[in-house]
């Protein structure tokens, strides 16, 4: 992604304004992409906090299932008793009228034959229902086990986040008030520098106290290989009349994010595949562009870092 970025920009600088427009729709077919996939990485994180209230629900309802059958059990087990109490009266009642009452005594007998067949139904169901007993707890204790992991899983990951996000503020704490920003939300990391820090006006060219928070950045980011970073630069809505190499904002963007990704690139321990770069132009505002102050604030570059949940996944799919 980053070579084809690389090779855009060279095009540009080689082609006429016609070219330009040409790649300016090329750029914005790949911006698209990557925001496709970005908000299908947010859809993912959402759909996995869905499926894990989701379980916790149907935990929740096989406990229930559990106590029923715990409570159909003891009735069960107390009509048993009772049973067996009068089959036990029934004997002594048949020795008292043995004597007395050959009628009375096939009476008793007959009674006896039909009790001793209750008993016996009884046993048999007690016996089923303690099976299927059996078959819930299993059952129970797999899925609390399987939530249990998934749970262990999100607060690690979580907690490794908060860790990072700790990790690149330390970093960065000599650019506090500079026009840098660290926080985490939804399970990211955002990283907001605006352009004073980095780049002059109409320029996408890194000064040096911008690149020197970037390479102190990419020391952290290559301490943790299993993240995800997205370089997204962003305009306030004033047009772009600067190089008439490039389209206009969006373009400029563009070209900032990806000057970004050449300084990360410089650390030979970030995976390359772990970057993307985008370009969002004057379209994702953060403050209002009728004052200096929020157009200030709408010029930046946004390092979002996203886990990655593969290990999510595999849980939920042996669940």
């Known amino acids: 992604m980053i070579k084809r970025i690389s090779l855009i920009s060279l095009s540009l600088l080689l082609c006429t304004s016609c070219v330009s427009k040409k790649i300016y729709t090329d750029l914005e077919d790949k911006y698209a992409n990557l925001k496709k996939e970005n908000r299908s990485l947010s859809d993912d994180l959402s759909l996995i906090s869905k499926d894990k209230t989701k379980l916790s629900n149907d935990l929740d309802k096989l406990q229930l299932e559990y106590d029923k059958a715990a409570r159909e059990l003891s009735q069960l087990s107390s009509n ?11 004997r002594l009642s048949y020795d008292a009228l043995e004597e007395n ?9 007959k ?3 039909e009790l001793l067949a209750q008993l016996e139904t009884k046993e048999q169901a007690l016996a089923l229902e303690n099976k299927r007993l059996g078959e819930l707890r299993d059952e129970l204790d797999k899925r609390s086990k399987r939530v249990a992991e998934l749970e262990n899983v999100i607060a690690t990951k979580d907690a490794n986040m908060r860790a990072l996000k700790d990790a690149i503020s330390k970093a960065l704490t000599n650019f506090e008030g500079k026009g840098l920003t660290v926080e985490q939300r939804n399970g990211k990391v955002y990283i907001s520098m605006e352009n004073k820090l980095l780049f002059q006006s109409g320029s996408w060219s890194v000064g040096s106290e911008g690149r020197k928070a970037v390479q102190q950045l990419g020391s952290v980011l290559a301490e943790n290989p299993e993240i995800a970073i997205l370089i997204e630069g962003h305009t306030d809505n004033v047009p772009y009349k600067g190089n008439a190499q490039l389209s206009g904002n969006w373009d400029l963007s563009t070209k900032r994010a990806t000057a970004i990704v050449n300084i990360l690139r410089e650390n030979s321990s970030i995976n390359p595949e772990n970057l993307t770069a985008a370009g969002r132009g004057e379209f994702a505002p953060i403050g209002s562009n009728d004052t200096s102050e929020g157009k200030a604030k709408n010029r930046r570059i946004e390092v979002i870092l996203t886990p990655k949940l593969d290990e999510i996944s595999k849980l939920l799919n042996e669940i």
């Open 101 to 109: 009452s050959s009628a009375s005594i096939t009476a008793n007998s």
């Open 111 to 113: 009674k006896n034959r």
């Open 80 to 90: 048993y008793n009772a049973t067996k109490s009068s089959l036990d009266n029934l």
